[in-house]
């Protein structure tokens, strides 16, 4: 190996560290990383932009403006309050109906979106009926990661698998990941019953209360919320016929969100700008060119041809390796970076010979996001909900959350794994 591929592995290995450790802001250590590949000569400069997916970061600013202007119509206060009064205040049934909007929310939104959105919506509910909310949280947690991983959208590992591999439109995901996603809630569901429903009882006088609560109240711009509903209608429908329209996903987005804004004016643009997670972008640059050093000096390819001398290059052993080490390693770091680590790998076995690659993108993408629910650290979604939940005074702890969440995803990921045998590989 020569010696530009050591300073490679060694600025990629210093860089995870530090991201992993948390000890500064991922999204600076990742740039400065990033910035180091291109310093030292491992990439020029060039080379480093054209690594950069401008794909996914188009379609998470455009989806990020479209829902921040949504949130502020109040709409998912609305949906959350209604369907806590259609099962009539119950505790455990707002537990499984909560669970079922993140994950849908999470599918079509994406998950930190989707939890950021619930979670202060879960405090008003469980403070009316005077309940214990971390089983709610952690049961949105769960949610927001299993219903995040069922479409393009949905979770940022689908987004850049999506981008990278064109064949992965919209709809092909839907109807391969859908299926498996649904399977698992219906596992989930009563087991998170099972587990929560002594611990979140109330009272006949407390239910009442939250019944009569007056949910128009709650939707503070209808004129807002119309133009809102249908620019995410024509944005959704967009990204069914994306590849029909030869248009990306990320063009679907952001004409979706430039239209709501023009639809609703320059001072609707300014705050929702504002509220783009910009750090979240700058983080993904930094990861492309900190990953493009490692391709360019043929770190990845090496990889690759180890993996394939391992399994022997079978579909069904390659498969099972990508979507095991993919929970396993997603539940204890950050899969963003672990997953842009692993997409030129793949690609790089397709050109080593590889002939059925299908199974092995949906492994990395059933892996990834599933495999955040392990631990509270294993995703986005997860440290944003703990760190609400804290700020209320009820504190998620590590060890709490690992002894209920790493065994729920090991049985997603069993389910996985007999899902992607059965239909790609029997």
Request: with cysteine; charged share 10%; hydrophobic share 55%.
């Amino acid at each position: 190996m020569e010696q530009q591929a050591y300073w490679a592995i060694g600025i990629f290995l210093v860089i995870y560290a530090l991201i992993i450790s948390e000890k500064i802001h991922r999204t600076i250590v990742a740039m400065l990383g990033g910035i180091l590949m291109v310093a030292f000569g491992i990439v020029s400069q060039e080379t480093a932009l054209h690594h950069i997916d401008f794909n996914t970061l188009g379609l998470l600013v455009g989806m990020m403006i479209i829902v921040s202007i949504t949130a502020e119509t109040g709409l998912f206060k609305y949906i959350a309050i209604w369907a806590a009064k259609k099962v009539k205040g119950e505790p455990v049934r707002i537990l499984i109906v909560l669970g079922i909007i993140t994950a849908f929310g999470s599918a079509f939104l994406d998950n930190v979106t989707t939890v950021l959105l619930m979670v202060p919506v879960t405090f008003s509910i469980t403070r009316q009926l005077k309940v214990n909310p971390v089983p709610f949280l952690f049961t949105e947690i769960i949610a927001s990661n299993v219903g995040g991983t069922a479409t393009l959208i949905g979770d940022p590992p689908n987004i850049m698998i999506g981008s990278a591999v064109k064949e992965l439109t919209f709809m092909a995901f839907i109807s391969n990941l859908t299926p498996i996603v649904i399977i698992i809630m219906l596992a989930y569901i009563p087991l998170l019953v099972l587990m929560f429903r002594k611990k979140i009882q109330t009272t006949p006088e407390l239910k009442a209360s939250l019944m009569k609560l007056d949910n128009s109240e709650l939707i503070t711009n209808p004129k807002l919320l119309r133009k809102c509903l249908v620019i995410l209608g024509l944005t959704i429908l967009g990204f069914f016929l994306h590849q029909t329209l030869h248009l990306e996903s990320a063009t679907v987005a952001l004409a979706g969100a430039f239209l709501l804004l023009l639809m609703t004016g320059e001072h609707t643009m300014e705050k929702a700008l504002s509220r783009v997670e910009w750090t979240t972008i700058f983080f993904f640059v930094g990861l492309f060119v900190l990953v493009s050093g490692l391709v360019e000096t043929g770190v990845i390819a090496e990889l690759a041809a180890r993996a394939i001398e391992w399994t022997g290059g079978d579909p069904l052993a390659t498969s099972m390796l990508i979507l095991w080490l993919s929970a396993i390693a997603s539940a204890f770091l950050d899969n963003i970076p672990f997953v842009a680590t692993m997409i030129p790998m793949i690609q790089e076995m397709g050109q080593m010979g590889m002939q059925n690659l299908e199974p092995l993108w949906w492994s990395l993408a059933l892996g990834a996001c599933l495999g955040g629910n392990g631990t509270l650290i294993g995703a986005s979604a997860n440290l944003i909900v703990a760190g609400l939940a804290g700020k209320e005074g009820h504190p998620i702890r590590f060890v709490d959350y690992l002894k209920l969440g790493f065994p729920l995803m090991l049985l997603s990921i069993a389910l996985s794994s007999v899902y992607i045998y059965l239909r790609y590989l029997m």
